[in-house]
Nanobody, 125 residues
Framework: QLQLVESGGGLVQPGGSLRLSCAAS???????????IGWFRQAPGKEREGVSC????????NYADSVKGRFTISRDNAKNTVYLQMNSLKPEDTAVYYC???????????????WGQGTQVTVSS
């Protein structure tokens, strides 16, 4: 069973930066490079929203309009890890951030079967 663990969250001032990590383990038939990875977030009282995703080969990425130009997703398949570099953080970025994984031959999946437990990001002065 594929397992995902997020880390790197915390409290940061507006304008600051954080780098989230999503570490995968528990591979059975397919190794990490067979999975596309997505980042999602959920703020209190709001629905979960997609933030970014990266294809299994890393050649395709996409971003929510709200984070374009500020967030960068990347992956290191040798370390079974995907990163989300978050710069110029705003209070409205405050949320629990989750990573998710699933397989798709190209691009990013519509539905993800595997989810991490989340990491809290708080942007406040």
């Amino acid at each position: 069973q594929l397992q995902l663990v997020e880390s790197g969250g915390g409290l940061v001032q507006p304008g600051g930066s954080l780098r989230l990590s999503c570490a995968a383990s528990g591979f059975s038939r397919f190794t990490f490079d067979y999975y596309a990875i997505g980042w999602f977030r959920q703020a209190p009282g709001k629905e979960r929203e997609g933030v970014s995703c990266i294809s299994m080969g890393g050649d395709y990425t996409n971003y929510a309009d709200s984070v374009k130009g500020r967030f960068t997703i990347s992956r290191d398949n040798a370390k079974n890890t995907v990163y989300l570099q978050m710069n110029s953080l705003k209070p409205e970025d405050t949320a629990v951030y989750y990573c998710a994984a699933d397989q798709t031959p190209r691009g990013c999946p519509v539905i993800y079967d595997y989810w991490g437990q989340g990491t809290q990001v708080t942007v406040s002065s």
